[in-house]
T-cell receptor, first 114, second 111 residues
Framework: ETGVTQTPRHLVMGMTNKKSLKCEQH?????MYWYKQSAKKPLELMFV???????ENNSVPSRFSPECPNSSHLFLHLHTLQPEDSALYLC?????????????FGNGTRLTVT | QKEVEQDPGPLSVPEGAIVSLNCTYS??????FMWYRQYSRKGPELLMY????GNKEDGRFTAQVDKSSKYISLFIRDSQPSDSATYLC???????????FGTGTSLTVIP
């Protein structure tokens, strides 16, 4: 496989459920990111990991919990979500964390919270 | 004031037309300018990447940056139905690690 792979593609969960999103990159990059994409809004940066160390948490509520066991894998653990958390969650990777390292995105997980 | 403003469209053009997609921004520290293309049910993919002012051409695509007016443009020549997608501009300052995405412009090219 090549590029950035996200699973599952679609997820429906109740507000009391616990679920996890998975991301894997096959590009040999050192940095990984979680973004949230909502309709008619800009992409929102959630978390940044560089060499599996978290370098940025963009004031994300604690019901979202990231995990990065190595530079190739990134998880987003979800619990007690709210309906307004329904969105497309995108994982991205880049060679470094500077803005001269363009982002490579996966195809996202479409999350619906009921 | 938003960091980046982008007309959401939708924009609909006939095949073969020249398309102009635009963004304005407020932060004079922005030095890197990227355009991403996002097809329906897919993630964004990098289309163009420029540094500072000027033009950059890649095939049918031309990215133009005017830092004096804080205006970014993407031109598509001889547009094709396969160009139908949402286009996101994403400028960034030279320091730090954050890109500031626009909301995207939805483009449909009609055969």
């Amino acid at each position: 496989e090549t590029g950035v792979t996200q699973t599952p593609r679609h997820l429906v969960m109740g507000m009391t459920n616990k679920k996890s999103l998975k991301c894997e990159q096959h590009l040999g990059h050192n940095a990984m990111y979680w973004y949230k994409q909502s309709a008619k809004k800009p992409l929102e940066l959630m978390f940044v990991y560089n060499f599996k160390e978290q370098t940025e948490n963009n004031s994300v509520p604690s019901r979202f919990s990231p995990e990065c066991p190595n530079s190739s894998h990134l998880f987003l653990h979800l619990h007690t979500l709210q309906p307004e958390d329904s969105a497309l969650y995108l994982c991205a990777s880049s060679q470094g964390t500077g803005v001269n390292s363009p982002l490579h995105f996966g195809n996202g997980t479409r999350l619906t919270v009921t | 004031q938003k960091e980046v403003e982008q007309d959401p469209g939708p924009l609909s053009v006939p095949e073969g037309a020249i398309v102009s997609l635009n963004c304005t921004y407020s932060n004079s520290a922005f030095q890197y300018f990227m355009w991403y293309r996002q097809y329906s049910r897919k993630g964004p993919e990098l289309l163009m990447y420029t540094y500072s002012s000027g033009n950059k051409e890649d095939g049918r695509f031309t990215a133009q940056v005017d830092k004096s007016s804080k205006y970014i443009s993407l031109f598509i020549r001889d547009s094709q139905p396969s160009d139908s997608a949402t286009y996101l501009c994403a400028p960034a300052p030279s320091t730090g690690n954050q890109f500031y995405f626009g909301t995207g412009t939805s483009l449909t090219v009609i055969p």
